[in-house]
């Protein structure tokens, strides 16, 4: 068996999913994994006594945008609490749990929905070990009325550390002189100082460089922009500023962009109109251009369109490139921004299937409820078991194909071939009929 290639699974029998069930269930996994230690946990194998350890939960959004909850839409706080108690028996010198969620989340209301505020702050005063739950953003935001109002700087600049991958970027071989990058609601002249020809850049948290062992909690959850979004695509939440973040290219597949198949002049002229929104620079201007983009939208969906402008198809090309390189980093990178030849600290992925996410995710999901934990050392064999679970052919996934290539700084040593799964998942067929965007309906496993 290949290094990295076993990926276990727990399926959860207490119906209430309560506390005790998920502990339970992360002690299984160790056990299925042989990460345990007897007296140290479920990972005393892997935490040293003295490790200096972040947990990364998938905290998006301080709610969902659809009218089903927040079940589906973040990592289970249970799973996170059994996590960090499993941790903290292997005695670490520090334990942080930090995600950096969308510009637009109320991070204080997200930690008081879910528990976790409560929670933290208890843990810290009798355990000084914990540090506590870290927002990893240096940008915040408003939206008022449409408008985006941001807050910049909200940590210093020496909190993260740069990297720039340059040629060896898997972006490289799409960049142009156009400087077509987007990410939806952001200054597209912003990114044109981080990605062009040539350079490559994120900034991600000091304190994810810094740590000696990584545990990445993602939520499994359809996703209308990347197919799928667990183990590789939690990674995002690494990274202090969208700009870093090319998520598509502007304009449709006929033009060289991949906001959306072939052509459109209705798009190109809502994608221009974003663009003079992001651009603007006083309030009144966002406004009259929230207009027009409001007015262009409309126009669009009712031409028929059910796709945008945002990428939300299977032929974005872009965002499965971004995940990836923050996965090489995640796994390469030294604190001086340099990526070294062998991996910097052991990674452990923990995917909460306890009730997923389906249809319009990452934001809207509807609850797929699969009862099941899954996990391993290698986030290419977690997120191809998942493409699976979810009902998707995993290789008409990019950013699940994409994982095993032969690139430099790779993140698998093997092939999807090699995959063994242990445990409670005998079928991966989807235990309930799942919804799925509307743009990746063609990845779909008949």
Aim: charged share 20%; with cysteine; hydrophobic share 40%.
């Amino acid at each position: 068996m290949k290094a990295g290639s076993r990926v276990g699974m727990v399926e959860l029998s207490d119906a209430s999913y309560g506390d005790a069930a998920v502990s339970r269930g992360i002690a299984r996994l160790g056990e299925l994994l042989a990460w345990s230690s007897p007296g140290a946990g479920a990972f005393g194998r892997l935490v040293s006594p003295g490790a200096r350890v972040l947990v990364k939960p998938n905290w998006v959004m301080h709610r969902n945008h659809g009218p089903w909850g927040m079940e589906p839409l973040l990592t289970n706080a249970a799973v996170i609490r059994a996590v960090v108690a499993e941790v903290l028996r292997a005695n670490p010198a520090r334990v942080v749990v930090g995600d950096a969620p969308l510009q637009a989340c109320d991070f204080d209301e997200l930690l008081r929905t879910t528990g976790m505020g409560t929670w933290a702050h208890a843990l810290q005063t009798a355990d000084p070990r914990f540090v506590g739950t870290w927002d990893f953003r240096r940008t915040t935001c408003e939206i008022r009325h449409g408008v985006r109002l941001p807050q910049e700087n909200q940590r210093p600049r020496e909190d993260f550390v740069l990297f720039d991958l340059g040629t060896e970027s898997l972006l490289e071989t799409i960049t142009d002189q156009r400087a077509s990058f987007r990410v939806t609601q952001y200054d597209p002249s912003q990114m044109v100082a981080t990605h062009g020809v040539g350079r490559h850049q994120y900034l991600v948290a000091r304190d994810v460089i810094d740590a000696d062992v990584i545990l990445n909690l993602p939520k499994l959850k359809t996703h209308k922009k990347a197919g799928l979004t667990c183990a590789l695509k939690n990674l995002i939440g690494i990274n202090g500023n969208k700009e870093y973040l090319p998520h598509h290219r502007v304009g449709g597949s006929a033009a060289g962009g991949d906001c959306y198949p072939g052509s459109s002049r209705l798009k190109r002229a809502l994608e221009f109109a974003f663009d003079r929104q992001n651009l603007a620079t006083s309030q009144a201007g966002r406004r009259s251009w929230s207009q027009a983009t409001r007015l262009l939208d409309r126009l669009v969906r009712v031409s028929g369109d059910v796709l945008g402008v945002e990428g939300a198809w299977s032929g974005n090309d872009t965002l499965w490139r971004t995940c990836l390189d923050l996965n090489r980093i995640l796994l390469y990178g030294r604190p001086d921004g340099t990526l070294a030849d062998t991996p910097q600290r052991a990674v452990l992925h923990i995917v909460d299937a306890i009730v997923a996410g389906q249809g319009d995710g990452p934001l809207a999901p509807q609850p797929l409820p699969l009862r099941r934990l899954f996990g391993g050392t290698s986030a290419p064999a977690v997120d191809w078991v998942a493409a699976q679970l979810l009902g998707y052919q995993p290789e008409r996934i990019p950013i699940a194909r994409e994982a095993f290539g032969a690139f430099r700084w790779p993140i698998a040593g093997f092939l999807p071939a090699d995959i063994t799964l242990v445990g409670d998942g005998a079928s991966l067929a989807p235990a309930l009929p799942v919804t799925y965007p509307v743009g990746w309906r063609d990845a779909v496993a008949r």
